[in-house]
């Protein structure tokens, strides 16, 4: 379909960023800065982060969902996003699909965390059609009964991010960082991570998944591709993130406080 009877279809622009290897922490300050200072609609995919990093939704405690002394000894970072959801480690093996939208663009989809979630659970049943068996359950994307994709969510007055890290590979010893959360969706069923995780690339090549989900993205909108040296020199608002890395005193005062007395 050409660009010209799309935008007679009404389909609304989207700027496609493409990363890869892009330190988390940097595209998570560039989500923040998007939908806080930018009046448009954005897609970002970055393929992988250099290194491995936790990241905890902005109500996470470290000392409930993080094994602190381990995280400590090994030098891995803690990040504390401005979206809400859970807590995950990501790496070389992670994809990251993010979407951030105007109210506006999307009017069949209420600001809601439920009706969000629903919404990228149809564009993703595009992407999985016959490869395993794809769910959203609760708010998870999983095949069978196993989790590969997490997802986390911010809404404003008039925009909304969507954000998912999608397990395509993971490094076993990782998990060990984690916790088993208080709070787990029913189908855990009190599985350990190993237990309850799986990988995407026993069910289908990474590129594969990444061009895939660019096509579920253009049936919705009309994509425009940009760069992230475009969006840097278009960008002069100041602006202050609330995502941020914990520094080492933050961790060992959680490493404190998940001590007992007897310790």
């Known amino acids: 379909m050409t660009v010209v009877q799309l935008r007679k279809l009404g389909l609304p622009l989207i700027n496609l960023v493409r990363l890869k290897g892009i330190p988390i922490l940097e595209q998570l300050h560039l989500e923040e800065k998007l ?18 990093a936790i990241v905890m939704g902005m109500s996470g405690k470290p000392a409930e969902l993080l094994e602190v002394e381990s995280v400590i ?26 979407f951030i939208c105007n109210r506006i663009d999307v009017p069949s989809v209420q600001p ?51 954000h998912t890290s999608f397990l395509w590979d993971y490094e076993t010893k990782n998990m060990a ?22 990988r995407m690339k026993e069910y289908m090549p990474r590129s594969a998944f990444i061009e895939k989900t660019l096509s579920s993205v253009g049936s919705r909108f009309l994509v425009e591709p940009t760069n992230l ?26 490493l404190g406080s998940q001590l007992s007395p007897l310790e």
């Open 73 to 98: 000894r090994d030098r891995i970072p803690v990040i504390k996003r401005f979206t809400g959801g859970g807590t995950v480690i990501v790496d070389h093996g992670t994809i990251f699909v993010t």
């Open 112 to 162: 809601y965390p439920q009706p969000i979630m629903s919404w990228s659970g149809l564009l993703y049943d595009e992407v999985f059609q016959g490869i395993g068996d794809f769910h959203l359950r609760e708010n998870d994307y999983v095949f069978g009964n196993c989790k590969f994709g997490g997802n986390a969510q911010s809404i404003t007055k008039n925009r909304w991010v969507h």
């Open 177 to 198: 960082y984690l916790k088993q959360p208080r709070r787990v969706p029913k189908y855990r069923s009190e599985r350990n991570h190993l237990e309850f995780i799986c």
């Open 229 to 254: 040296e475009a969006i840097t020199a278009h960008s002069d608002t100041a602006f202050t993130h609330s995502t941020s890395l914990l520094t080492k005193q933050e961790l060992e005062e959680a």
């Open 35 to 52: 939908l806080r200072t930018s009046s448009e609609n954005w897609c970002i995919v970055n393929d992988g982060t250099i290194s491995p």
